[in-house]
T-cell receptor
Framework: EAQVTQNPRYLITVTGKKLTVTCSQN?????MSWYRQDPGLGLRQIYY???????DKGDVPEGYKVSRKEKRNFPLILESPSPNQTSLYFC?????????????FGPGTRLTVL | AQSVAQPEDQVNVAEGNPLTVKCTYS??????LFWYVQYPNRGLQFLLK??????LVKGSYGFEAEFNKSQTSFHLKKPSALVSDSALYFC????????????FGDGTTLTVKP
């Protein structure tokens, strides 16, 4: 089944403890992106990747890192999480890097930082 | 910079009545516009998109959207609402000249009452 998977789906952690949220797609998509969803703020783009080893900042990149070493994987790294990073995170991918492409979203990761 | 506004946090309609969820956008070039839907505890799903051409776009589940360049709007519509349409709806814009960036609105919660 064609899909975007995220792990873990739920995570409770403490301030300062490094964590990684994985994202993987099995559709050979070129483009991948991370978003966070907060009540009243909609989805805000954190980072995106147009290809392997090509990443760029979205609107809210502070406190996050990403890497794209393989086409299928796009992990989101929080080196020192803080409570203001408590949020619902979504990974998305699209077949190409042209703007008209539809994005396919993962199921989300709910992160709580205490 | 590009932006999306969804002026209504909540839209309530009775089943069988027409519905409209509003979206306005701002982008420097020619936009690609999207509507996505999010059901509880799920990721976002694509509904429809405007690329070019006909200003009335038809999408999934009987939804359609009207692109109005002069008013910079892309309102989502459905002639006859169903209870199962109740969900969170997001409008999004991408700029052809900056394909990696994707901007979403804050979302509108649609509630359809029997």
């Amino acid at each position: 089944e064609a899909q975007v998977t995220q792990n873990p789906r739920y995570l409770i952690t403490v301030t300062g403890k490094k964590l990684t949220v994985t994202c993987s797609q099995n559709m050979n998509h070129e483009y991948m992106s991370w978003y966070r969803q907060d009540p009243g703020l909609g989805l805000r783009q954190i980072y995106y990747s147009m290809n392997v080893e090509v990443t760029d900042k979205g609107d809210v990149p502070e406190g996050y890192k990403v890497s794209r070493k393989e086409k299928r994987n796009f992990p989101l790294i929080l080196e020192s999480p803080s409570p203001n990073q408590t949020s619902l995170y979504f990974c998305a991918s699209s077949p190409t890097t042209i703007a008209l492409d539809t994005q396919y979203f993962g199921p989300g990761t709910r992160l709580t930082v205490l | 910079a590009q932006s999306v506004a969804q002026p209504e946090d909540q839209v309530n309609v009775a089943e069988g009545n027409p519905l409209t969820v509003k979206c306005t956008y701002s982008v420097s070039g020619n936009p690609y516009l999207f509507w996505y839907v999010q059901y509880p505890n799920r990721g976002l799903q694509f509904l429809l998109k405007y690329i070019t051409g006909d200003n009335l776009v038809k999408g999934s589940y009987g939804f359609e959207a009207e692109f109005n360049k002069s008013q910079t709007s892309f309102h989502l519509k459905k002639p006859s609402a169903l209870v199962s349409d109740s969900a969170l709806y997001f409008c999004a814009v991408r700029d052809r000249t900056n394909a990696g960036k994707s901007t979403f609105g804050d979302g509108t919660t649609l509630t359809v009452k029997p």
